[in-house]
């Protein structure tokens, strides 16, 4: 069983917006709680980077290039974890990864590509 699993990727025009969601899955609900989260992505032919990061208190911290724009939250009532970007940029696509903490807990990917 896939632990995290991404969705809402897209293809949108610069400007745009959009809200990734990562789901937990079953096999590590009982650590999701306690554990930060957070984003990663992946342009082509680039190394993957940090996005941002959520706390298990709520504390979040972001990539300079999209605070302002980006907003991660967290629901653990459903365990789930969001993504909302706004104003993105051709430069925002990549493939987008939910993490667990530093853990080796990652999900799939989702793709998204911003148009100019």
């Known amino acids: 069983q896939v632990p995290l699993v991404e969705s809402g990727g897209g293809l949108v025009q610069a400007g745009g917006s959009l809200r990734l969601s990562c789901a937990v899955s079953g096999s590590i609900f009982s650590i999701f709680r306690v554990n930060a989260m957070a984003w990663y992505r992946q342009a082509p032919g680039n190394q993957r980077e940090f996005v941002a990061r959520i706390t298990s208190g709520g504390m979040t911290n972001y990539l300079d290039s999209v605070k302002g724009r980006f907003i991660i939250s967290r629901d653990n009532a459903k365990n789930m974890v969001y993504l909302q970007m706004n104003s993105l940029k051709p430069e925002d696509t990549g493939v987008y990864y939910c993490?667990?903490?530093?853990?080796?807990?990652w999900g799939r990917g989702t793709q998204v590509t911003v148009s100019s």
């Open positions: 993490r667990m903490g530093d853990s080796d807990y």
